[in-house]
């Protein structure tokens, strides 16, 4: 891993959750744990009539929420090295501005993305798709750990930064990686599926994916993995493999790119999807 893992807070469950998990994987990767609170004034100063000290006010209560998530992550993992940052600026471009030299970038996903306010379709969606390296979206849930790290095989470069993160992570956590590649049949209105010899394209695929995972094995012989290829949606195949899986982890390709926010069609659907938490790695 890189230099540092960088969690953005706003006091809100949400973000508790996500400080606990960069602290953990703080702990893990022996990486220093960088805590990030956005306040975005502009709201504030467009009012005509300012309530006198409210901006006093506004600084007060950041460094309180710092303050506390810094306290979270101190109880959660006491070895650890951790500093706290407030800074100005909206709460997407403040964390999109950490990524350059981070590790990763953790973000509440239970409705919030860290930040007041922010919904996962905004703060959270808009981070995953502009930031390079690693964003986490984390859920909070059962603090149960099934010991697994479920990665989706796209075609062989749009995966590769994923799948370093995904065999890191299991390294990191002694996990199996199930490695999650989910094919469908052509889709042409005039020829009928009957068509095709699915049992071959299944075995195909089978080789595809096995093709993409060996070097990495290679790189990670300590690292147990499982070739789940199977005939479905992506969206579907990786959602029903969250249930059993502590991380999954994307590209941030996908299949049918929504430009503006540049997440592929799938990495939106699996962020909105998961049962757990979802990492998303851009190149």
């Known amino acids: ?25 703080a702990a893990r990767a022996g990486a220093p744990l960088r805590i990030v609170h956005a306040v975005d004034r502009t709201p504030y100063e467009i009012a005509t009539f300012a309530t006198p000290g409210q901006g006093d006010a506004i600084m007060l209560s950041a460094q309180s ?27 997407a471009a403040v964390l999109r501005s950490q990524a350059g030299g ?6 509440g996903g239970n409705g919030l993305g860290g930040f007041p306010g922010a919904l996962l379709g905004s703060v959270s969606a808009h981070v995953a798709g ?10 909070s849930g059962p603090d149960t750990a099934h010991r697994a790290i479920v990665v989706g095989l796209e075609d062989y470069h749009a995966c590769e930064p994923a799948l370093g993160y995904a065999f890191e992570q299991a390294m990191l956590r002694a996990s199996t990686l199930r490695a999650l590649y989910a094919w469908q049949p052509p889709a042409h209105a005039h020829i009928p599926e009957s068509a095709y010899d699915l049992g071959e394209i299944h075995a195909t695929q089978g080789r595809t994916a096995a093709v993409i995972l060996r070097g990495w094995q290679q790189r990670y012989p300590q690292v147990p993995v499982i070739q789940d290829v199977r005939r479905a949606h992506p969206v579907d195949a990786l959602v029903s493999a969250s249930a059993q899986a502590d991380l999954v982890v994307v590209g941030s390709q996908g299949r049918g790119a929504i430009g503006t926010v540049m997440l592929g069609s799938v990495t939106l659907g699996i962020l909105h999807g998961a049962r757990g938490s979802v990492a998303v790695v851009r190149p």
Do not use: N
């Open 102 to 107: 981070s590790a990763e970038i953790v973000i």
């Open 65 to 91: 929420v710092l303050s506390d998530a810094e306290a979270v992550a101190r109880k959660r993992q006491p070895g650890i090295d951790v500093d706290c940052e407030l800074l100005q600026g909206a709460a």
């Open 1 to 25: 891993m890189s230099h540092v893992i960088v969690v953005g807070t706003d006091g809100s469950d949400a973000a508790t959750a996500a400080v606990e998990w960069a602290a953990d994987d």
């Open 130 to 139: 502009h930031a390079h390296g690693p964003v986490v979206v984390v859920r």
